[in-house]
């Protein structure tokens, strides 16, 4: 059965998008029921080479990526890796790519790694040089219209910002009236500004994000608040009632860095009546004045140390455990260390409501594991060992293969090729014709069964090695056990030896050890 790849693309992840990406699916299973079929699929633009399915299709293909000096992604040839099919196809041109680089791409993969790229719609393929230059214009002409149709956009903007004209219609706070070009007061999420607003004014923006995702507000798509999210809105003039412009230009539409921020003196602000302020402006400006006030200022607090354990101290959730300072517990002028999840600093305790540690109980801990530390990982070293040899034991010992024999076979043919050759030197002009075809027939199997062997050997080599690797190991840890003593770690030494320290309640903790 033939083994080929399917390239499906769709421009946007909208709903009769979606559907065609579907409907393209279906085609190209139906039309190639009989072969062995490795679907790939996008949602994203085709002017870029930055998408996920199309690089690991050009990955299976045998290619590797690599970026140009002026930002494009293009592909070179791996050496070693082999392609996964031979053919490669495509419902239209348009799906691949709408990028005149792509011809560099097909020839490539034809002409290093055999691979073919069939398009369906134009009934074309890569390997025929006839097509190429066909291919080449048709990539050409989309290439063009795409150019056009960012020059009309660009045109189009230069008109709205004169126009003062809204353009990003789906911002928490407001519903967009189409019709009017307006911003009306959604006033559930009128609200969650106002408490975000009134918040941030003496909070600084992981506390006022904790504080509002505790109040169980949520974004317009329903997320988390974060504390980017939250200077995203509370920097923005659309929220006094000004409608903003020109904060992004274009750079280059076929490079993967296609646009730049433009700087903010640079940024057209506008007072928009056509946008119902949520906020007042003197509340928006003091917020502005605490915002820039608190960066000046900069983390002067004692959380900026650096500790031994950081990185090391895990939640069960996944987060780090950060460590915080409380500079006043009850009247006493007394500061006191603890940690907690990195998720439920910067979400709140709806995210993840793991307990607080104190430093003291980490650390009394740390002192009783390092002391008993030899035998804990004794324990853990015999553990790994009986893992690593039943992997061992698990390698399959069906796969024994007879290369001598495939060998000796080998030989047979090529003294058959011998004799048939002197034959056909000796023999007359139609008797050659007849011997022809059975040299060629000959070479035929020679060369499936010198492929054989080359495979037979590649498996042998690679078992051979990966047990090797896992005897190896196994000798290392028993000579580990071997060497342990029951002698005391200092806390560094130990701390070197931890992956992790995962706290699953303030009385359940589970270490991790560095045992590779």
């Known amino acids: 059965m033939n083994n080929i790849a399917c390239y499906i693309r769709v421009s946007t992840d909208k709903i009769d998008q979606q559907k065609s990406l579907e409907k393209q699916r279906i085609l190209l299973q139906e039309q190639y029921k009989d072969c062995n079929i490795s679907m790939y699929s996008d949602t994203g ?16 293909c045998g290619l590797n990526e690599k970026i140009l000096k002026d930002g494009r992604l293009t592909f070179e040839v791996d050496a070693i890796r082999e392609p996964l099919f031979n053919e490669i196809v ?55 219209e795409i150019s056009e149709i960012s020059k009309r956009t660009k045109r189009g903007n230069k008109t709205t910002i004169i126009q003062n004209k809204i ?20 006033e559930e999420e009128k609200k969650v500004v106002e408490f975000i607003f009134e918040t941030a004014l003496t909070n600084g923006l992981k506390n006022t994000a904790k504080l509002v995702n505790e109040k169980g507000y949520r974004t317009k798509k329903g997320n988390l608040w974060t504390d980017s999210t939250i200077k995203t809105l509370i920097t923005n003039p659309k929220y006094k009632g000004y409608n903003v412009r020109n904060k992004f230009e274009s750079i280059n539409l076929f490079t993967e860095s296609r646009s730049k921020y433009v700087k903010k003196e640079n940024w057209v602000v506008m007072k928009n009546d056509r946008i119902e302020p949520l906020v007042s402006e003197e509340l928006w400006d003091k917020v502005q004045q605490a915002l820039n006030k608190r960066c ?12 031994d354990t950081r990185g090391k101290i895990k939640c069960k959730c996944g987060a780090n455990y950060v460590r915080c300072v409380t500079t006043k517990v009850a009247n006493e002028p007394k500061d006191k260390h603890y940690l907690i999840c990195g998720h439920k600093k910067k979400y709140g305790k709806n995210y993840c409501r793991a307990e607080n540690i104190t430093v003291g109980i980490l650390d009394s801990f740390i002192e009783e594991q390092r002391k008993s530390y030899y035998k804990n990982i004794q324990l853990q070293t015999r553990v790994k060992i009986m893992q690593l040899e039943k992997e061992i034991d698990n390698i399959s010992k069906d796969e024994v293969f007879s290369i001598k024999e495939k060998e000796q076979e080998l030989d047979v043919l090529r003294e058959k090729l011998d ?5 056909f030197l000796s023999s007359s002009e139609t008797m ?3 011997v022809e075809k059975k040299i060629g027939e000959l070479e035929y199997h020679i060369k499936r069964l010198e492929l054989e062997i080359y495979n037979i050997k590649s498996i042998y080599a690679d078992k051979e090695k990966h047990l090797r690797q896992l005897n190896n190991k196994i000798i290392k840890l028993k000579q580990e056990l071997i060497n342990s003593t029951d002698k005391e770690l200092t806390r560094k030494e130990w701390l070197d030896k931890v992956d992790k320290i995962v706290i699953e309640s303030k009385i359940s903790f589970n270490v991790v050890y560095n045992l590779d």
Do not use: C, H
Request: hydrophobic letters at 40%; glycine letters at 4%; a positive charge.
């Open 45 to 60: 633009t085709g002017t870029s080479f930055k998408r996920k399915g199309f690089k690991k299709l050009l990955f299976d």
């Open 90 to 144: 495509v419902i239209n041109t348009s799906r691949f790519a709408r990028n005149i680089a792509i011809i560099d791409i097909l020839r490539i993969l034809w002409d290093y790694k055999k691979v073919n790229v069939k398009f369906l719609d134009v009934q074309k393929n890569s390997n025929n040089p006839s097509d190429m230059i066909l291919l080449q214009m048709f990539f050409t002409m989309a290439e063009n």
């Open 167 to 186: 353009r990003n219609n789906s911002i928490f706070g407001w519903d967009f009236d189409r019709e009017t070009n307006s911003l009306i007061a959604n």
């Open 296 to 307: 000046i200022a900069g983390n002067k607090g004692q959380n900026a140390r650096i500790y």
């Open 419 to 423: 004799k048939l050759l002197d034959t």
């Open 432 to 434: 050659q014709k007849l």
